[in-house]
């Protein structure tokens, strides 16, 4: 299971399901969060779920965040749907903040039992009036944050979103050429070093370069390149298989 990084203590320590095979996730607002924020904290609840579901854990997701226009965002940006509750409708194994104007030294997890572990996620800022840029996959935006770390503060232009796309678009064509080659199983090298770094406080940006490093290592097979990329996808959530089939 994941391991996330204690800002107070400077340790790290394993995320720990009250329940074993199930985790509990809620996300909510700090004071003054924008939009932006909060899509951005659902994004690092949505990994984390998706992370422990690929290791077979029923997940339950929850969230204090009643934004229609937030929510259609979510959609676009492959987060899985949560329930809303004002409140924590339990204990909760992961509490992921929104950065916000007043964000608690301590998180909720001090002040409430319920709470078991919490993390913060960074700011972002993106320029302009909307939450997804005009003309672009909305996925791009999803690949752009996964190349910051969750905690650091982020400025999303239209140059990194464009930079995003185009990377994706990218692997969704190696991806399309690698299908018509025979199925070969999975590599289990990259395989092993993507999911060490994801479970190093969700470690993104070192996952995404061994992908990008398997993509250019020759030694690799085809259909194992494919399938390796295919299920990691789970956790990505890229649409990497889009342009399976379709006729180029």
């Not at 790290?12 to 074993?20: D, I, K, Y």
């Not at 899985?80 to 909720?108: I, R």
Request: with cysteine; aromatic share 6%; charged share 20%.
């Amino acid at each position: 299971m994941i391991r996330f990084h204690d800002p107070r203590t400077g340790g790290t320590s394993q995320l720990r399901p009250a329940r074993p095979g199930s985790l509990t996730t809620y996300t909510m607002a700090a004071p003054g969060s924008t939009q932006a924020a909060n899509l951005r904290a659902l994004l690092v609840a949505d990994l984390a779920g998706r992370v422990a579901a690929e290791r077979g854990n029923q997940v339950s997701r929850w969230h204090a965040m009643a934004d229609s226009v937030l929510w259609d965002a979510c959609r676009e940006l492959n987060i899985y749907p949560c329930e809303f509750s004002a409140d924590p409708p339990g204990p909760v194994d992961l509490t992921v903040v929104a950065h916000g104007e007043a964000m608690a030294g301590t998180g909720p997890g001090r002040a409430d039992a319920r709470h078991q572990r919490w993390i913060a996620a960074g700011a972002l800022i993106m320029p302009g009036t909307g939450l997804l840029a005009d003309g672009e996959d909305p996925l791009a935006l999803r690949l752009a944050l996964l190349t910051a770390s969750y905690h650091t503060d982020v400025r999303v232009g239209a140059g990194d979103i464009a930079a995003a796309a185009t990377r994706l678009r990218s692997w969704r064509a190696l991806v399309a050429g690698w299908a018509g080659h025979p199925s070969r199983p999975m590599s289990r090298r990259y395989l092993t070093e993507v999911s060490a770094a994801i479970d190093d406080d969700l470690d993104f940006p070192t996952a995404l370069r061994h992908l990008d490093a398997l993509a250019a290592d020759d030694l690799v097979p085809a259909g194992a390149k494919f399938e390796t990329f295919a299920h990691l996808d789970q956790v990505l959530g890229l649409d990497l298989a889009r342009e399976v089939g379709r006729a180029g």
